[in-house]
T-cell receptor
Framework: QQPVQSPQAVILREGEDAVINCSSSKALYSVHWYRQKHGEAPVFLMI?????EQKGHEKISASFNEKKQQSSLYLTASQLSYSGTYFC??????????????FGKGTHLIIQP | EAGVAQSPRYKIIEKRQSVAFWCNPISGHATLYWYQQILGQGPKLLIQ????????DSQLPKDRFSAERLKGVDSTLKIQPAKLEDSAVYLC???????????FGEGSRLTVL
């Protein structure tokens, strides 16, 4: 079951904040976040495991609400380099990697100077 | 550390022809994935290997797609015969464990005419 991402696209000014959401209709074991720039491979941002952990790296953080089967990615004080398409990838059920990741359709983020 | 290597980067073929893509994962990564990414969409898992065994190939169109991973290292994805809807970027990814960060290659862009 493909996770649903929202919004589909966001246009921001440099320095503004953004939130990207990812929701699933199935119980989630983990959520992965990746960023892909045009013509390049997706690059890993972070993994969140069930338990409501919030992880972060510099100005990018994320949360995982197991009960709501949702994850949100927070980009604070966005930089031009944050532009790209953000994908969440979900792992359902008991986890363990048996099912691989199912990716959403992506959220296009454009940062303007 | 060398990344995931893929070849060819680009391939243009006529429908009903065959094509093969090659992937060399990061050394020591036991898990290898092939994803199909159609323009404007998220990556879709085709097949997942753990060493040289198949973990998940439920979304692989087995009437035309085949994949193998020889000796648990390199992998080849073949399409025969190709259809117009197979036009996409084929991404290979590897991970140290089957629940960890995915490292993607730059992809092989296929155009079927």
């Amino acid at each position: 079951q493909q996770p649903v991402q929202s919004p589909q696209a966001v246009i921001l000014r440099e320095g503004e904040d953004a939130v990207i959401n990812c929701s699933s209709s199935k119980a989630l074991y983990s959520v992965h976040w990746y960023r892909q720039k045009h013509g390049e491979a997706p690059v890993f941002l972070m993994i969140l495991l069930k338990g409501g952990e919030q992880k972060g790296h510099e100005k990018i953080s994320a949360s995982f609400n197991e009960k709501k089967q949702q994850s949100s990615l927070y980009l604070t004080a966005s930089q031009l380099s944050y532009s790209g398409t953000y994908f969440c990838g979900t792992e359902n059920g008991a986890g363990g990697g048996a099912d691989g990741l199912t990716f959403g359709k992506g959220t296009h983020l454009i940062i303007q100077p | 550390e060398a990344g995931v290597a893929q070849s060819p980067r680009y391939k243009i073929i006529e429908k009903r022809q065959s094509v093969a893509f090659w992937c060399n994962p990061i050394s020591g990564h036991a898990t290898l994935y092939w994803y199909q990414q159609i323009l404007g969409q998220g990556p879709k898992l085709l097949i997942q290997f753990q060493n040289n065994g198949v973990v998940d190939d439920s979304q692989l169109p087995k009437d035309r797609f085949s994949a193998e991973r020889l000796k648990g290292v390199d992998s080849t994805l073949k399409i025969q015969p190709a259809k117009l809807e197979d036009s996409a970027v084929y991404l290979c990814a590897s991970s140290f464990t089957n629940t960890g960060e995915l490292f993607f290659g730059e992809g092989s862009r296929l155009t079927v005419l």
